[in-house]
């Protein structure tokens, strides 16, 4: 990884986990480039927040869920990259994600579609985009679910492809160590945002029974996630790679 300041590329960064993501890598010395799905306003607000951090941002339109506009996203990211001097990026956070709530019995064809493009296929193939423009001996960070280790009724398509993503991470931190990329899955446990619909934020009892089934007694917080990925990118972190890090606070164990 160069030793300019280090530019992270954040899918999903204008809200939620993502938007705390970006501003806690800019606490930490880290420019961002975070990408949209159709909210430019309010990612241009977590520009501005992170340029009064004293970072350097940009805001890119960009739907995981549609893989045939992957490298068109490339070339624009090459572009932006040119607003730094740079051909590369350093660290890659594949967030971007869409929650379904649905039984087993009840799932259907369409909503199992739009979760494989979006939480599977599209971190699949834009981080196979984007090889070229990731610098050697940087990061890739995959976000999947603590529902992936536990199993709550309602999200076997969800939980699912989570657990596609830490079988995929494996072998990306394999097959990417020649060029020093380490690749590592961050699973949050339940978080209060407006994910989902925001049960678990404005739900009383769903977030008072998390609260009591984890063992730091409360609900997950943007900031909790936003925190550890910051610290999983920085260099003290470097020497873990293929790991599946939850967290959770302790939830359900």
């Not at 995981?64 to 490298?71: D, R, S």
């Not at 934020?201 to 063992?215: C, L, P």
Request: charged content about 15%.
């Amino acid at each position: 990884m160069s030793t300019q300041t280090p530019i992270a590329l954040i899918t999903g960064g204008s809200r939620g986990l993502g938007k705390s993501m970006a501003l806690k890598l800019a606490e930490h010395g880290t420019d961002v480039v975070l990408t949209y799905r159709s909210n430019q306003a309010e990612a241009q607000a977590v520009v501005a927040a992170i340029e009064t951090l004293g970072r350097r941002a940009a805001a890119l339109p960009l739907d995981v869920g549609k893989a045939a506009t992957f490298n068109d996203f490339a070339t624009q990211l090459r572009q932006v990259l040119q607003q730094w001097q740079r051909e590369r990026f350093d660290y890659l956070v594949n967030n971007a994600g869409i929650g379904v709530h649905a039984s087993f019995a009840d799932t259907t064809e369409a909503q199992f579609d739009e979760l494989v493009n979006v939480h599977f296929k599209g971190t699949f193939f834009l981080t196979q985009t984007l090889l070229p423009l990731i610098a050697d001996g940087g990061r890739i960070v995959n976000v999947s679910s603590g529902l992936a280790r536990f199993a709550l009724p309602g999200y076997s398509a969800y939980a699912s492809m989570k657990g596609a993503i830490e079988v995929l991470t494996r072998y990306l931190a394999k097959e990417l160590g020649a060029r020093g990329i380490a690749v590592n899955t961050l699973a949050p446990g339940a978080i209060e945002t407006d994910f989902g619909g925001g049960t678990v934020r404005d739900n009383a009892n769903v977030n008072a029974f998390i609260a009591s089934q984890t063992a730091l007694g409360r609900v997950g917080l943007p900031d909790d996630i936003g925190g550890a990925v910051a610290s999983l990118l920085s260099t003290d972190s470097r020497w873990i790679n293929g790991q599946r890090i939850e967290v959770s606070g302790g939830m359900f164990i």
